[in-house]
């Protein structure tokens, strides 16, 4: 279960949300963790390690049939803290997504609190573990021309650098000859904009977790952006949905907006949705509104060859 004590000033801007809701009118009932993470919990098909450690492993979804089957990729958030979420949290997604044909890849990496996390360790577990879904796929039958890549969070901000990663400076440590593609991302109540995020201080992820994210700033590192934040990577040829609730303080609309707005005046194909009702846990919990809002945008993304 995510370690909500890291959030208290999150917290407050929730009560914040519902202290402003109109005079006569009920507030808005938001799922809270236990809502999701109190259900028993499926699992997955096959652990696949890509790595010698205990967080270099990711977890194969597969649908029943013979397939080929078409592939999600599943970034967990946690604000890139291990100690915060771990993979585990998306196994009702990725169940749900199975159940439907889809098989999928949940991945899991190194937070900045572990050892060998931050920079460049966490960027290169979330790499080796994509690139290895390429090595894995004759055999388990996926089809792997057309991934879609759905993170959560702060794995909003991971999916969306996995799908950039062609576009890495060459010189960049986390830069790679042939990364996998990646055709479309789906970020919920993701984080693009690492700078963005930073300046929000104890509002959001923090900015100490922010710096030991993105490395230093050194002479051959001056921007330390540059290599980290999507906000930073340009325009590729991968779609970007990105879906977020009005009323989820760990990942505001706003923020959202200004990303789609930056990136689609350099020309991305990109596009913001924003749910009402719609906090944080309820975008990847199976059975709401907005998780069928976003299997709607994912199976559509899956079928856009």
């Known amino acids: 279960m995510p370690d909500l004590r890291r959030w208290p000033a999150l917290a ?4 914040a949300v519902l202290l402003a809701a109109p005079a006569g009118s009920a507030p808005v009932k938001l799922m809270d963790w236990p809502d999701l993470l109190g259900r028993p919990l499926p699992a997955a098909s096959e652990r696949i390690t890509y790595g010698p450690g205990a967080l270099q492993v990711a977890d194969l979804w597969l649908p029943e049939g013979k397939g080929p089957f078409p592939v999600v990729l599943i970034v967990h958030g946690g604000c890139w803290l291990s100690g915060v979420a771990k993979l585990g949290i998306m196994n009702y997604a990725a169940e749900d997504l199975r159940r439907r044909g889809i098989a999928v890849w949940n991945i899991e990496y190194r937070g900045v609190d572990r050892t060998g996390g931050g920079y460049p360790g966490t960027f290169q577990d979330v790499a080796a573990a994509a690139d ?3 090595e894995i796929a004759p055999a388990h039958h996926l089809d792997t021309g057309h991934i879609v890549a759905l993170g959560h969070s702060a794995g909003g901000h991971l999916a969306l650098w996995l799908a950039a990663r062609a576009r890495l400076p060459a010189s960049s440590p986390l830069h790679a000859a042939h990364p996998l593609p990646i055709a479309a991302v789906v970020s919920t109540g993701g984080l693009p904009d690492l700078a963005a995020e930073r300046a929000r201080g104890d509002d959001g992820c923090g900015a100490d977790t922010i710096d030991r994210l993105v490395g230093p700033t050194t002479a051959a590192h001056s921007n330390v952006y540059a290599d980290t934040s999507p906000a930073e990577l340009g325009v590729g040829r991968d779609h970007e949905v990105l879906i ?14 200004a990303y789609a707005a930056k990136m689609k005046a350099k020309g991305a194909d990109i596009r913001a ?4 009702d719609t906090g944080h846990v309820e975008l990847i919990s199976p059975g709401s509104v907005a998780w069928s809002r976003t299997v709607e945008v994912v199976d559509a993304l899956l079928h856009s060859r």
């Open 244 to 257: 977020n609730g009005v009323e989820d303080p760990i990942a505001p609309p706003d923020g959202a907006d």
């Open 12 to 15: 407050v801007a929730l009560l």
């Open 273 to 276: 949705i924003t749910l009402a």
């Open 132 to 134: 290895k879904l390429a």
